[in-house]
């Protein structure tokens, strides 16, 4: 579904991203994990279009993504921080989007009745907590049934319930056979969820793995103890 | 019209800014007019106080709209637009309200009071130093990330073109006062707006017989028909130029 | 103005009939010339008369070449006879003193820059009176040479000048005396009314408009005055040059707008006296050079570019009470030296107040602009007009004199302007 070909970014000195190659292909759920200023976020951005890489290409369905824009139809988008125009009200955002992606199949306004955004529309974005800021954009990222929902630290800044609500909904997503990108640092919320597990260090890929294979490699029964292992027989070797 | 248009308008009429930007202009225009028993006078007022507002309002609102539409900007970037059509949609946006609160304040009572080829000549120029001023306010949005440093690059912008250019052209008369320079000056003159657009307005206000062999040279150019249209064209360059580099560099840009 | 005119038209009648007297009482005779009833030529009529006889010209187009008067005549035209020089001859030559010229329309003199063709043409005459007539499209309208009390009265002239070596003069008068130009209106000229070497005449209430060069061009031509005459629109406004003694009273001098238009020219000029005039929308009111103990008083300078240009060659003029308004520049110079006097004079521009309420600002003025300082040491300098950075300079010379001369100041600035 998404390939992406010897990615590389450099922001004046700093080599974000170091010929990064990866195919994530549908149904799958990729979680995309590494220290801070790994590079994850700007991957994400890169598939997105808002970061332009160096060189290499990034495909989407088998089309590369520079040439025509109409791709991020099919991509639903939840920053790690949502930044709206702070004078618009929630329903605004939200009735922009729709009419900015005129989305033919129907609306899925799961998350705004779980959210219970509605009751909230006439808020002003200027005036919303970190959490509320949060599922607006969760609510949006989901809301037009996109086939690929790429997640930056989904789960942050949401309360415990509100962060549960959003992993019932991944999980339904996932079963839709839908391919779903999360980064995350909190390995243990990931555990129930994650098929793939790609962990980047410095801009690079270190490894991209099943999950499964990873824990019988390992040995271990939960993703972070398994991860744990990794890296310090890493740093044994 | 396009939807992020219509956004970008409405959110911009919304902004009260712009609304006392024309009343401000409708006020100097309206107290000229009546203040000033001689309308070529008024002009005169007019004139100057045209190329010093409309130019500095131009510019800093639109660089300051720019930066606090950052989140605006990321937002739909993300989503199926393209990045051009988005930068696009912004400037003519900005262009279509700030030419209406020209329009408005002083645009109109040119039209009312003054005779109607100066009414019409003004107000062109107006619109076009308006949307120069916005293109170069996009550029220096563009080139720094920081709004503090954004905002200083367009206040020094506009210092060059409505002042210090004028200093450097007083400069270079007084050092090449032993050649004859004046066609060359035309050539000078349009490396400015500013001045390409206050040297047309005083011509058509007849005043290129106090500019004396200069002024000659600059009305054959300057006051003809096609020179008009010539003038005209430079200062549509004047706003495609910097727009059309600062959408380059947009489109290029990470968020 | 009506009543004047009426009068005047009475006065005329008056003269005429005064003149007439001696030849009435006397054997003049009235000869008739009468085209279209009996075919008669002005020509042969005039060969035929003696001496201080009337020749009436009646109503009809005659198209006799150059007609020459060599002795003391009243020739009338009644009806307003056309004498039409077809574009080839001299219309009318004066060759002799005592000779009436009225009523006529002269039109088409020939063309020459040698001989100078005219419509009436004076060769040293005395006492001749040329009224009444229209002047149409002749190289020279009226021209008088060696002429002496002669008197040019309510002449309409016109013609359709392009080019300013294709075309005379209006009214040209040449090493002429006690002459009086009265009330012609002069249009489509070189010059309008051009006095060279003339000494001791008037010129009154004459229009002079959109003329090519000057409406009034004035050289060597001491002791002569003009007063209310209108000078519009023309295309240099007004000369007066190496003379002495000339008074200039209540003339309006308005609308010369152009490159090198003037209301007043004034070189080498001294001992005269500028009083009353109106100088308005001309690009330069009044510009002198090398002017000398001349007295500018009681005029009004009224939205022109430049109110005043004294260049550096001037000395001992007094420019007082004055009214000084709207004016792009009040007052120019080129030079640092200031020889000439400004005193109570109104500027629009003047801050000052009058504390003691006498009606003279208690604070100096300073007419001069830092930037017509710098125009004048840099002409291309005039295209930084109205623009932002003159503008500062301008105030903050205002605020430190820097450039500005010191001594170029009118210590009695008047707070209200004169009733003019």
Redesign the interface.
Known sequence: MIEIQNLSKRFGKLQVLHDVSLKLNKGECVALIGPNGCGKTTLIKSILGMVVPDSGTILFNQKPINKDVTYRNQIGYMPQIGRYPENMSIGQVIHMIKNIRKSETAEDNELMHTYQIESLSSKKMRTLSGGTTQKVSATIAFMFNPDVLILDEPTAGLDPIAAELLKEKIIKEKEKGKLIIITSHLLSELDDLVTHLIFMQEGQVRFHKDTQKIKSETGQTTLSKAITHILKSGYHE | MNRIIKFVMLDIIKNKIVLSYAILLAVLAWSVFSLEDNSAKGLLTLLNIMLLTVPLVSIIFSTIYIYNSSEFIELLVSQPIKRSKIWISLYIGLCLALITAFFIGIGLPLLLYAPLHIGIVFNITGFLVTIIFIAIAFLSAVLTRDKAKGIGMSIMLWLFFTMLFDGLVLFMLFQLADYPIEQAMVLITMLSPVDIARILMLLQLDISALLGYTGAIFKAFYGSGNGIIVSFLILLVWALVPFLISLKKFNKKDL | MGIGTCHIKYLQLLTIIGLMLPALLGNAKTWHVNQQKDGKSIKKTLAQTAAYDTVVVHAGLYQEGNIVIDKPLFFIGNGNPILDGQKKFEILSIKSSNVTINGFTIKNSGYGTLDDPGGIKVYDANHVTISNNILDDNFFGIYIQYGKHCIIKNNKITAYGVEEQQIGNGIHCWKSDSLQIIGNNITGHRDGIYFEFVTGSIIWRNIAYNNIRYGLHFMFSNSDAYISNVFRGNGAGVAVMFTKDVKMFNNWFENN???A?YGLLLKEISDSYIFNNRFSAN?TGIYMEGTNRIVVEKNSFK?N??GMKIQASCMDNKVTQNNFL?N?FDVSTNGTVVLNEFIQNYWDKYKGYDLDKNNIGDVPYHPLSLFSV?VE????????????????LEESEKIIPSLTPENFIDNQPLMRAIKL
Do not use: C
């Open positions: 707008w152009g490159d238009a690009t939205e570019g430049w709207g792009t710098i040491m840099n002409a291309p300098v005039m295209l930084l007009f109205r623009s932002f950075f003159i503008s500062m």
